[in-house]
T-cell receptor
Framework: GAVVSQHPSRVICKSGTSVKIECRSLDFQATTMFWYRQFPKQSLMLMATSNEGSKATYEQGVEKDKFLINHASLTLSTLTVTSAHPEDSSFYIC?????????????FGSGTRLTVV | AQSVSQHNHHVILSEAASLELGCNYSYGGTVNLFWYVQYPGQHLQLLLKYFSGDPLVKGIKGFEAEFIKSKFSFNLRKPSVQWSDTAEYFCAVRGSGTYKYIFGTGTRLKVLA
């Protein structure tokens, strides 16, 4: 149980274009979803937290207009990297929780490797 | 400042060797502690967690970790590693009652057959 599907796993896009990454909870309702970014040899950095039906909460230093997050349903959250640039190339990971204050670890997606050329 | 430090970035062991991966954290207040594993090409999976009680916690696949409050540490151990343990291991801290994880930089373990 508690599976999170993230799609696509890899994407290459041209500079200036936008890319959408999907995160789906397959067998549970995710009231809260989290988006992380991982740079090479660095830890996962939380970018934003999204609650179903409300605006995402972004961490300090994360550009809201560049990284658009939508959590329109209890099973789907999307991250859109707008006007992507090479410095946006990174590994993006989502995680989901059915309870914001769960006593369990969150379920993670398998990640999306974004390369902007 | 809140942080998690994993001192070993790369570890190479032979099968049957014992493993200990270090994790130290800095956080004001009560914490929940986690170890996650990421096998090649797969998503992060929870290995074990500590919330309260017995500071020695046992997880899946023979892993265990010990919370030493005085040292702000939560080291991961396994008595005898297998080739299939080759993966990246992340230590994470979360303030008790909060939702935000703070991850360490990860330790890449390679087990030689």
């Amino acid at each position: 149980g508690a599976v999170v599907s993230q799609h696509p796993s890899r994407v290459i896009c041209k500079s200036g274009t936008s890319v959408k990454i999907e995160c789906r909870s397959l067998d549970f309702q995710a009231t809260t979803m989290f988006w992380y970014r991982q740079f090479p040899k660095q830890s996962l950095m939380l970018m934003a937290t999204s609650n179903e039906g409300s605006k995402a909460t972004y961490e300090q230093g994360v550009e809201k207009d560049k990284f658009l997050i939508n959590h329109a349903s209890l099973t789907l959250s999307t991250l859109t990297v707008t006007s992507a640039h090479p410095e946006d190339s990174s590994f993006y990971i989502c995680s989901a929780s059915g309870d914001q204050y769960t006593n369990y670890g969150y379920t993670f997606g398998s990640g999306t490797r974004l390369t902007v050329v | 400042a809140q942080s998690v430090s994993q001192h070993n970035h790369h570890v190479i062991l032979s099968e049957a060797a014992s493993l200990e991966l270090g994790c130290n954290y800095s956080y004001g207040g009560t914490v929940n502690l986690f170890w996650y594993v990421q096998y090649p090409g797969q998503h992060l999976q929870l290995l074990l967690k500590y919330f309260s009680g017995d500071p020695l916690v046992k997880g899946i696949k023979g892993f265990e970790a010990e919370f030493i409050k005085s040292k702000f540490s939560f080291n991961l151990r396994k008595p005898s590693v297998q080739w299939s343990d080759t993966a990246e291991y992340f230590c994470a801290v979360r303030g008790s009652g909060t939702y935000k994880y703070i991850f360490g930089t990860g330790t890449r373990l390679k087990v030689l057959a």
